[in-house]
């Protein structure tokens, strides 16, 4: 079993790369065929875990299309209580546009709902969301996940854009936590 130390933890491979792309793959051909008709969707790629998601199924996406590259940033408003939600690198026409969101992994779905409230004053016709990995255990938002390539149970996971503190996202292969009472 191949194991990797990221800061204080160890992880063991638990999808390969091979399996990764295979799965992309099979997400990339379900959005080809809902978008076919569409004229030029915009995808939205969350920076920075979804980096290497967005490379790997924009390989596979066979219509003309615009990708941008954002970051989410939350700072607090006027009074402290009120957070305030950027897109920072947000400078493509979203008006009338379909827009699909590419992001690493959904968990709780906080992230999500507050991409959710930015996109959604943009005029966009259309906002879907696709994510490498989606925890249907932890999600509890009814905003609807329609394209994800693999599902997850808890399980913390770093590689192929993922990240422990910043480390891992560099990994070609996901990596999963050691549960702590395994040595
Ligand atoms: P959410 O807001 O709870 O849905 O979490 C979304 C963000 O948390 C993701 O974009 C990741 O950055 C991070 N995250 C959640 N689960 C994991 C994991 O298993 N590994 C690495 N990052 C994670
Ligand atoms: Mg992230």
Redesign the pocket.
């Known amino acids: 079993m191949q194991r990797i130390r990221l800061h204080d933890k160890d992880f063991f491979v638990s999808i390969s790369n091979e399996e990764i792309k295979k799965k992309v793959k099979v997400l990339a051909d379900r959005i080809n065929y809902d978008y076919s008709e569409k004229p030029v969707p915009l995808f939205v790629c969350?920076l920075n875990?979804?980096f290497m998601f967005a490379a790997e199924l924009l390989q596979s996406i066979n219509f003309d299309c615009e990708i941008t590259f954002v970051k989410l940033a939350s700072y607090n408003g006027i009074n402290s209580e009120n957070t305030v939600n950027e897109l920072i690198g947000l400078n493509n026409n979203t008006k009338g546009r379909d827009i699909i969101v590419v992001?690493?992994?959904?968990?709780?779905?906080?992230?999500?709902v507050k991409i959710d409230q930015i996109l959604a004053e943009k005029g966009a016709r259309s906002i879907e969301y696709a994510t490498l990995?989606f925890?249907p255990e932890?999600?509890k938002k009814d905003i609807v996940v329609k394209y994800y390539a693999m599902e997850?149970l808890k399980?913390?996971?770093?590689g192929f854009g993922?990240?422990?503190n910043q480390l891992g996202r560099n990994l070609k292969d996901i990596y999963e936590v050691l549960p702590e009472n395994k040595e």
């Open positions: 969350i875990g979804a992001e690493d992994i959904v968990d709780s779905g906080n992230t999500l990995f925890k932890t999600y997850l399980n913390f996971i770093v993922l990240d422990y």
